[in-house]
Nanobody
Framework: VQLRASGGGLVQAGGSLRLSCAVS????????VGWFRQAPGKEREFAAA????????YYADSAKGRFTISRDNAGNMVYLRMSSLKPEDTAVYYC???????????????WGQGTLVTVSS
């Protein structure tokens, strides 16, 4: 199983980015997908998750109203659209798969390599 996160970069505060996660090696539609992030010197934290069908989505309080998670089961892709970005959103963002969408990192079994998002003030 491989997950490849991409789309990170440098953006000014207030800007937007769309992260992508390509999943291969498993029946994609049978798994929930989550995005987690880890800022320098901090523990990894939950950002957003989506259920297998895409009907249910979950967001950290810090992401509500600014981040939107979506998935394309035909293309084995998950996206995280981030808008109104703040310097505190600076982190490495990881995508991961779990039996269902979950806010708990322990539920996830496969992780991507991460993509760096830097938000300048």
């Amino acid at each position: 199983v491989q997950l490849r996160a991409s789309g990170g970069g440098l953006v000014q505060a207030g800007g937007s980015l769309r992260l992508s996660c390509a999943v291969s090696g498993r029946t994609f539609s049978r798994y929930g997908v989550g995005w987690f992030r880890q800022a320098p010197g901090k523990e990894r934290e939950f950002a957003a998750a989506i259920s297998r069908s895409g009907v249910r989505t979950y967001y950290a309080d810090s992401a509500k109203g600014r981040f939107t998670i979506s998935r394309d089961n035909a293309g084995n892709m998950v996206y995280l659209r981030m808008s109104s970005l703040k310097p505190e959103d600076t982190a490495v963002y990881y995508c991961a798969t779990a039996p269902s969408g979950s806010v708990y990192s322990t539920q996830y079994d496969y992780w991507g390599q991460g993509t760096l998002v830097t938000v300048s003030s």
